[in-house]
Nanobody, 122 residues
Framework: QVHLVESGGGLVQPGGSLRLSCAAS????????MGWYRQAPGKQRELVAT???????KYADSVKGRFTISRDNAKNTVYLQMNGLKPEDTAVYYC????????????????WGQGTQVTVSS
């Protein structure tokens, strides 16, 4: 079994910062891409940022220059540093990861976390 657990969400004022973390645990053989998505009320889930195993990031245009994705491969953890938060960043943030487990070494599955709420409001 593989699990992703997010943490770090909360309520912050506009212009503030938050750091989200997502740790993968379980019977893990390898992790390639990891990423963050978000879903605001009444909207579809959208990509925020992804990062490959070598640390190369990609960002949605809406967060470029404000958010930074990083990962610690030794800890199987991905982070999202969010600065300059805006009310439109309010959403449930989900992490995902492409993981090969010990029982399916040559096959990766995409796992999702349970989500963490980020609310930007004064």
């Amino acid at each position: 079994q593989v699990h992703l657990v997010e943490s770090g969400g909360g309520l912050v004022q506009p212009g503030g910062s938050l750091r989200l973390s997502c740790a993968a645990s379980g019977s893990i053989f390898s992790i390639s891409a990891m990423g963050w998505y978000r879903q605001a009320p009444g909207k579809q889930r959208e990509l925020v940022a992804t990062i490959n195993r070598d640390g190369r990031p990609k960002y949605a245009d809406s967060v470029k220059g404000r958010f930074t994705i990083s990962r610690d491969n030794a800890k199987n953890t991905v982070y999202l540093q969010m600065n300059g938060l805006k009310p439109e960043d309010t959403a449930v943030y989900y992490c995902n990861a492409a993981i090969a487990s010990m029982s399916t070494i040559s096959l990766e599955y995409l796992y999702w976390g349970q989500g963490t709420q980020v609310t930007v409001s004064s």
